[in-house]
């Protein structure tokens, strides 16, 4: 999962969270640091992956003799096991999507969600395109821009904590069995329990309209001493779009918390199982708490890299991970294989059709 970029449609207009004014918006602007930075930062990563996934390289042979003794029928499983994930992740939106005046169907919005996992891939832009065809497309099923947005961070942020949390759970169980140390389960549980805390805090801090406002009327000055020649931003226009924000977040007392949780743990562990299912495809069983820490750590590097779902990355730190955790690498190349055909590609082939339906009906 990337983090969207906020934008009212493809076109460029823009969004009620964007703290600058639709002029200065309009004015051409040049790269920002944090763009060289992700830049950078994917360039490290991409290094870093080449040098790990070349050993591997002299296993591909070996990775494509096993699937000549295959056991074919464990696709079929892997792939009614990703059509409910998905189903999910359809609820999950629909629940976010739920306080809203809109109205869209439950298949629509499944199609929806394929169409902007195509086109992340067909327009690369860091998540961008996938969120500019989000607002056009719902915007044609009632739903305005903020609240097209809004809907796509509590997604975002319920899907996180599913993982982070499975990711624990996993190293919890590869120290039980022995096969991590204690130091590494420290800095491993450390990283998770200081991530959630942060995000409660972060939570409590939105939730009070007298300190996020205070906070936000700091870092809106603090912005424009130091940053006002790149984007300067409007206290008064800032405080508003951050007042409707808190109105949206109280509509979600309307749905109950549990809902968000089942659906967003439905949808994560359903896709970890899809990667079993993977490995039992070239005939190897492995260890529950080998895949869970290994799906976290697959989804943290190719996250960091900054680049739509993943693309190229985890096709590639899919195997490179795996081995780490004492996989042969011609398994890991193979189950790697399968699982991104499965849970990534298939996707974004059916999100092209999907995209050419929805417009054609609407």
């Known amino acids: 999962m990337t983090a969207p970029s906020p934008g009212d449609a493809p ?19 040049q790269s920002s640091l944090g763009a060289w930075l992700r830049r950078g930062l994917s360039l490290t990563l991409l290094a870093a992956l ?16 096993l699937f000549t003794h295959a056991r074919w029928e464990w696709v079929l499983v892997a792939l009614a096991i990703q059509v409910v994930s998905y189903i999910s992740l359809t609820w999950l939106n629909a629940l976010a999507l739920q306080p809203f005046a809109g109205k869209i169907g439950f298949r629509e919005l499944a199609g929806l969600l394929t169409a902007m996992a195509f086109i992340q891939v067909a327009v690369p832009s860091a998540g961008a395109s996938g969120v500019a065809l989000r607002i056009r497309l719902l915007g044609k099923f009632g739903y305005k821009t903020e609240e097209a947005l809004f809907s796509l961070l509590v997604e975002t942020l319920a899907e996180i904590v599913a993982m982070v949390t499975l990711a624990l759970i996993g190293v ?8 991590l140390s204690t130091g590494d389960v420290f800095w491993s549980s450390l990283a998770g329990a200081s991530f959630m805390l942060l995000l409660w805090l972060s939570w409590r801090v939105i939730r009070d309209e007298a300190i996020s406002l205070k906070l936000l009327g700091r870092g809106v000055a603090a912005w424009n001493r130091v940053g006002w020649h790149i984007r300067r931003a409007d206290p008064e226009q800032t405080t508003q779009r951050w007042r409707a924000f808190q109105r949206n977040l109280e509509k979600y007392r309307q749905v109950p918390a549990w809902k968000f949780v089942a659906a967003a743990y439905a949808k994560v562990l359903l896709d970890v ?9 070239v005939g190897y069983t492995i260890a529950v708490g ?5 799906y976290g750590l697959v989804l943290t590097f190719s996250g960091i890299a900054a680049l739509p779902g993943g693309l190229g990355m985890a096709d590639a730190y899919v195997p490179v991970i795996f081995s780490w955790l004492d996989i042969p690498g011609e398994i890991a190349l193979a ?8 849970a990534y590609w298939l996707v974004r082939f059916i999100g092209f059709l999907s995209w050419l339906a929805i417009e054609a009906r609407h």
């Open 11 to 29: 076109h460029g207009a823009a969004s009620p969270y964007d703290p600058i004014t639709s002029q200065e918006a309009a004015k051409p602007r």
């Open 273 to 281: 199982a899809t990667m079993g299912a993977g490995f039992l495809v």
């Open 335 to 342: 189950a790697g294989l399968v699982y991104r055909l499965i």
């Open 290 to 294: 080998r895949l869970l820490t290994g």
């Open 50 to 65: 080449v040098y790990f996934f070349w050993p591997l390289l002299g296993e591909i042979d070996e990775a494509a003799e």
């Open 172 to 179: 919890v169980y590869l120290l039980n069995s022995g096969q």
